[in-house]
């Protein structure tokens, strides 16, 4: 049987031994692809830094330069990293570069893992849905925040674990779904509400309600709402 496992920070280097490995950095790298992609997106680009960035969109056409850092859209930029900014009217048909503190990190430290996907709570089922149909060893790996565990996105990997069957669940896995019980109510008909007053209280929630980002919190605190997948293949992140 395959097992699943999560790491609960970016690291520099993650050794993925042929697992599928899931990004999520749902405060809100993980959100805004999935968005963008839905809204019609031909590409994301994910890139670590803000030259790179700059250097990659001029290399390409119809191309926006997207990102964030201090949750904030840096100068000359097209876009933040608000997933309520990648409307189908901003991003249909077009490619986007996207850095940001964490979720680029986690992206970059994993780039030649063989399968890669981007996981949030807006696209958690057809991540569960994807992981059954590959039958391999799944790594979720939490985005966290600036090297720190970060409550969504442990919550959000307990959510994935919760719909996936059926699977071995290795330590870490074991004890994300045991500790997302203490915020949680897996099977209460308000889970959708809870899964949003936990993410809330976390500590990047706050610090982005402090800077006026509150929508986009309790967008990226919604469930299932979308089907489809991120792959990253070839450095792009495609549906
Ligand atoms: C990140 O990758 O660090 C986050 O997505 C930060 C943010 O909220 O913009």
Redesign the pocket.
Known sequence: MPVVDVLFTATDLVQANGAVVVII?V???SSTIVTALQNGCQAVIPVGSISEAQKEAARRENVLLAG?RN?IKPEHFHLG?SPLEFTPEAVQGKKVVLT?????RALKSVENACTVIIGSFLNARAVARFLEREERDVLLYC?G?DGRFALEDTLCAAEILRQLKPFSLADGARWTLQGAKSYLDFSAPDKEFQIFKAVSRSR?ALR?INLGFEEDVAYCARLNQMDIVPLLKDGKLIK
């Open positions: 950095d405060l809100r790298a964030e949750a990293n940001t503190t964490n979720g680029t985005a925040s990047h982005l």
